[in-house]
């Protein structure tokens, strides 16, 4: 296969039909342990304040519009209980989102699924960031006011894999995700294939990187979460220790506390401003991404990059997407040149830790890619542009043709 014209592209009807049953998990008890999903992970800024949890709510009633008659079950309270919901049920969840102080974590959710072990075939679920609820100063004399947010937050939702063998299905989906990242203030998210498990998610981490090995389309969500890769702190003062002034965002002439990446790209990859600017603007992204299969579409103050005419799972025969593969190739400077694990530590089992992450994030690089930019030290008293490979608007597929049959031996 040394073009794409050879290359074997499973249509989602052909990659459910084959693959759908491997993708699936039905335990001993009856519940099903892990389901195919199409997926959105939306990591977002202001899930702390009144303005942005009344978006969550927006959210979260607009899903409940749209699949509503599947959701059976929900949780109100990042401690609370997972249980079937009555419509009483359902109005706690809706009041958590909006009354809780913002100095609490929401972590909120509705499902098909009524308990922790359960995957659930419909899910939307959010973990916010807190907020400080009055002016305060640190011992160092750092000035934090009030609203100031302590870490991003994160909205997730999947639905069926089935759901993307339709059409229609496909354009509830994207409708969805764009309604998200309409209401909320993006700073980068991913929507695409992935493994959905229950509530209870830690011993299916192994079973994820298996997946992840073997369809390359696959993200990895699990620990969603945990990942604060999206992030971005810069601050003033001698060290961490004694900061004097620090910021939710990359000051000029700051230290960097957090630069911010990404993660990796899928069927769709979506970019807040910091990012977006870290690559010259959209009319740069633009013009390195001009081809007709590839959609880039600003939404709210985000960038989604949308590869290809629907999502691919990556399977043997399919090799490396060649559409995730050419907006890599721009994007993936963006990447943490050392990420931390996707996993938490798994004893003498194989999973996503450090060395397995990093390979993984790198999966769509072609032979030959230079090296991830290490972060500054110091923020930029001015934009730079992150260059990237003077070959980023070839098209790759001829190229990504030898990679994947070297990468599927």
């Known amino acids: 296969m040394d073009s794409q014209k050879n290359q074997t592209v499973l249509t989602p009807l052909q990659a459910f039909s084959q693959y759908g049953e491997e993708l699936s998990n039905r335990l001993e008890n009856g519940r099903m342990g892990m389901l195919p999903g199409l997926v959105g992970t939306i990591y977002f800024e202001r899930g702390a304040l009144p303005d942005g949890r009344q978006a969550i709510l927006e959210c979260f009633d607009r899903f409940a519009d749209m699949f509503g008659e599947h959701l059976k ?13 009555t419509a009483a049920g359902v109005e706690k969840i809706r009041r958590s989102i909006i009354e809780t102080p913002m100095y609490m974590i929401i972590g909120a959710l509705r499902a098909s699924a009524t308990d922790y072990d359960t995957a659930a075939e419909y899910k939307i679920s959010v973990l916010t960031g807190t907020a400080n609820p009055q002016d305060r100063t640190m011992p160092s004399g750092c000035f934090v006011p009030a609203g100031h947010e302590a870490g991003l937050s994160l909205l997730k939702f999947n639905v069926p894999m089935e759901l993307a063998t339709k059409p229609s299905g496909l354009e509830q989906y994207e409708a969805f995700l764009r309604f998200v990242c309409e209401k909320l203030k993006v700073r980068g998210g991913y929507g695409g294939y992935a493994p959905v498990f229950p509530y209870s998610y830690h011993r299916y981490m192994p079973q994820e990187w298996a997946l992840a090995q073997r369809f390359s389309g696959l993200d990895m969500i699990s620990t969603a979460h945990l990942n604060q890769a999206h992030e971005v702190y810069s601050y003033e003062g001698d060290s961490r220790d004694s900061v004097t002034a620090i910021y939710r965002q990359l000051v000029p002439g700051a230290k960097v506390d957090a630069w911010g990446f990404i993660k990796s790209v899928n069927w769709y990859t979506i970019l807040g401003p910091v990012f977006v600017e870290r690559l010259g603007g959209v009319a740069r992204i633009r013009d390195s991404l001009a081809r007709p299969d590839i959609r880039i579409e600003e939404i709210n103050s985000s960038v ?3 590869a290809g005419e629907f999502p691919r799972l990556g399977a043997p025969e399919e090799g490396l997407p060649e559409p995730y593969v050419f907006v890599n190739s721009l994007l993936r400077v963006l990447r943490d040149p050392m990420p931390d694990s996707l996993h938490t530590f798994i004893p003498d089992l194989p999973s996503a830790d450090k060395r397995n992450t990093a ?15 290490e972060p500054p030290t110091i923020v930029p008293p001015q934009l730079q542009v992150v ?9 790759t597929r001829k190229a990504n043709g030898r990679r994947m049959q070297s990468e599927r031996k």
């Open 73 to 85: 079950g929900g949780k109100d309270s990042d401690d609370g209980r997972f249980t079937k919901r």
């Open 304 to 306: 989604a990059i949308r």
């Open 359 to 373: 390979a993984w994030e790198a999966r769509f690089d072609l032979p030959g890619a230079p090296p991830i930019p």
């Open 387 to 395: 260059q990237v490979n003077s070959n980023t608007k070839r098209d």
